[in-house]
């Protein structure tokens, strides 16, 4: 089993519609939960970072973390065609070493 | 302000070979990280720099690979005997600190695409 799984996609959503991207992880003493974006043949940035349970809000993100379950979903609201890209799940596991292992990622088309 | 940079872009190289990827990170950045991305994959963790030491290098794959960071800012990954397999896009991040913050952001630089024909 992978430490983080994505469905590869690809995720089609109509443009002003919600996109929900979701994440599940398999170690349990996880701490930091990351969401980052990459276009194509660049590098990530960092869309959200969430560590405790419930929603955050960010503009158009929700980053949602449910630790019991071991899933975290980002919602972007009111989808654009520049919001096309590879998203990329990332979890810290424990505090102190921040390497990040990384999901597969989903890619996301948006369709004007 | 200036973001991590890394040298070269593109490196084409033939089976055997050895070779050095470089990443400068962001000026006053004392943790920096190594990862690769083979295509259709995410980022992989490598090893990770808090100042001058190693402080994980639980991902390097085998003995081959080698990286240094002698004076706490600059890092040079080290390839020997390069194999066709090794071929990746190597990113480099750096962040503030690696102080067990959650909201320590790593930021990436552009990567190298590394070829091994």
């Known amino acids: 089993q992978k430490e983080v799984e994505q469905n590869s996609g690809p995720l089609s959503v109509p443009e002003g519609a919600i996109a929900s991207l979701n994440c599940t992880y398999s170690?349990?003493?996880?701490?930091?939960f990351f969401w980052y974006r990459q276009y194509s043949g660049k590098s990530p940035e960092l869309i959200m970072f969430?560590?405790?349970?419930g929603d955050k809000e960010d503009g158009r993100f929700t980053a949602q973390l449910n630790k019991a379950s071991q899933y975290v979903s980002l919602l972007i609201r009111d989808s654009q065609p520049s919001d096309s890209a590879t998203y990329l799940c990332a979890v810290i596991s424990n505090f102190g070493n921040e390497k990040l292992t990384f999901g597969t990622g989903t890619r996301l088309t948006i369709i004007p | 302000g200036a973001g991590v940079s890394q040298t070269p872009s593109n490196k084409v190289t033939e089976k055997g070979k050895y070779v050095e990827l470089r990443c400068d990170p962001i000026?006053?950045?004392?943790?920096l990280y190594w990862y690769r991305q083979s295509l259709g994959q995410g980022p992989e963790f490598l090893i990770y720099f808090q100042g001058t030491g190693a402080a994980d290098d639980s991902g390097l794959p085998n003995d081959r690979f080698f990286a240094v960071r002698p004076e706490g800012s600059v890092s040079t990954l080290k390839i020997q005997r390069t194999e066709r397999g090794d071929s990746a896009v190597y990113l480099c991040?750096?962040?503030?600190?690696?102080?067990?913050?959650?909201?320590?952001?790593?930021?990436f630089g552009p990567g190298t695409r590394l070829t091994v024909l």
């Open positions: 991040a750096s962040s503030l600190t690696s102080s067990g913050l959650a909201d320590n952001e790593q930021f």
């Open positions: 170690d349990r003493g996880s701490q930091s």
């Open positions: 969430i560590y405790s349970n």
């Open positions: 000026s006053g950045h004392t943790a």
